[in-house]
């Protein structure tokens, strides 16, 4: 089983119907979850879901505690031995609007050494979809170059005093040679909401 996550703090306007559009968007843009995504779409009670299709399945939970209130979507897609489980869950309370996502993928049966860029599309749609809370660093599926005002940010974690949520992986050229050791935009797109990539 092979499992990643995220936590993303969203502004405060931020609500299951922006959640479920940027979703929506998300399995109709990808040709094996159209057909499912279409049926989603035109649920008019998302509040607790059970939708399957031929390869695909779609769960959503409600519920509300001391800490908040919580919306669980659930989408399970068979891809020939494997199982990929995607589950989004929104925390919302008076403070905060937070946002997990975790993709696993169960039944696995072929060799990868990291997670097919294509399961964690997703998270990139809740990033482009401008929901995100601003951070001192931003946020995105791209590089961030620095600026003079990342340079505490930076030297604090080169000192070993990081205060950000997420890790940061920083790039640098070695001397005067024109590009980096690491493909920074191919980085960059695949650990978009898991780590700052800062060049």
């Not at 159209?34 to 998302?46: F, H, L």
């Not at 990868?112 to 995100?132: H, L």
């Not at 949520?165 to 797109?189: C, H, Q, W």
Request: proline share 3%.
């Amino acid at each position: 089983m092979k499992v990643l996550s995220t936590r993303l703090e969203l502004i405060n306007e931020f609500n299951e119907k922006e959640m479920n559009s940027v979703i929506i968007r998300w399995l109709k843009g990808n040709e094996p979850c159209k057909a499912i995504g279409t049926e989603y779409e035109n649920t008019v009670d998302k509040s607790a879901v059970h939708l399957t299709d031929e390869y695909c399945l779609i769960d959503t939970f409600k519920t509300r505690n001391e800490s908040g209130d919580y919306f669980l979507f659930k989408f399970e897609q068979t891809y020939y031995e494997q199982i990929w489980i995607t589950e989004i869950i929104l925390k919302s309370t008076d403070a905060e609007k937070v946002l997990y996502i975790h993709v696993k993928c169960n039944g696995d049966t072929t060799r990868f050494e990291k997670v097919p860029i294509i399961r964690t599309d997703i998270i990139r749609a809740f990033i482009d979809s401008k929901y995100i809370k601003p951070t001192a660093i931003p946020i995105t599926a791209q590089p961030v170059y620095t600026t003079e005002e990342m340079k505490d940010l930076i030297v604090d974690a080169v000192n070993g005093n990081y205060q950000l949520t997420m890790p940061m992986v920083f790039a640098t050229k070695i001397f005067d040679s024109a590009g980096y050791e690491i493909d920074i935009d191919n980085l960059a797109r695949r650990l978009a909401g898991m780590a700052y990539i800062v060049a």
